[in-house]
């Protein structure tokens, strides 16, 4: 019934986080997604913005996806939809509220090939002894990457996590310009002989930042 009226006007149920303040689940036109104030989180443009930097990964050659920012999970039905995606991904998120709402308003099943780990992406990263094939980083706060994922420290543990040739795919701003710090990553990777490529306005906005072991 939700689905049908939000062909008339959009119907948004609100849930509060302490991590991201107000979160609004909106059925429009038939789709629903999960925004904060100020972005969108999942479904949506951002499902689009990822979409776009999975296209330019070969996907039959991986066989493990680290993702770190499950947000809705709007990722994963992608991996799993339009790119059939079927082997193993482990999904990380701060965000108790978050990963309810993925399980119940959005129907993520975690089953024998999709773990969900409620835990902070720099703690988990930090105690990870596991390498994965693609490796993406969707951490937002509100609008913002949090400082520590934008640090060299935390970029040193993705390399680490990567395989000799693995992918990494990092949703990287929503500013205009690359900040110091993003520069600092996008330098860090091309000196550790992963081909980077920097894409922006993704969708009229986003940077995404593309990094292929060589
Ligand atoms: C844009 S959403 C992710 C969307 C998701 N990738 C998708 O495909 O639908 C950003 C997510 O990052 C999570 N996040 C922010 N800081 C985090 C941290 N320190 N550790 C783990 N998750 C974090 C938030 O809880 C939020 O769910």
């Known amino acids: 019934m939700a689905k049908l009226l939000s062909y008339f006007y959009p119907l948004t149920k609100k849930v509060h986080s302490d991590h991201s303040g107000t979160l609004e689940i909106t059925w429009y036109n038939g789709r629903k997604h999960l925004d904060t104030k100020n972005a969108n989180y999942s479904y949506g443009s951002l499902q689009r913005i990822l979409k776009f930097g999975l296209e330019k990964i070969n996907l039959k050659q991986v066989n493990s996806v680290l993702l770190l ?8 039905e992608t991996l799993r939809h339009d790119f059939s995606y079927s082997k193993t991904i482990t999904a990380v998120d701060i965000d108790p509220v978050v990963i309810d709402i993925a399980k119940n308003e959005f129907n993520l099943k975690d089953d024998a090939h999709l773990h969900v780990v409620c835990e ?3 703690h988990y990263m930090q105690t990870n002894n596991n390498r994965y094939d693609l490796i993406i980083i969707d951490l937002f706060i509100d609008t913002e990457v949090p400082m520590p994922f934008l640090a060299l420290p935390f970029w040193k543990q993705v390399l680490t996590a990567s395989t000799s040739n693995g992918a990494i ?6 500013e205009k310009t690359k900040s110091t710090a993003l520069i600092a990553v996008i330098e860090f990777l091309k000196s550790h002989k992963y081909h980077t490529e920097v894409f922006e306005k993704v969708n009229n906005t ?5 990094s292929k072991g060589l």
Request: aromatic share 4%; net charge negative; hydrophobic share 55%.
């Open 169 to 174: 795919l990092f949703n990287a701003s929503l």
């Open 120 to 122: 902070d992406a720099l």
């Open 206 to 210: 986003n940077t995404l930042i593309l």
């Open 69 to 76: 920012g499950l947000g809705g999970g709007s990722v994963v």
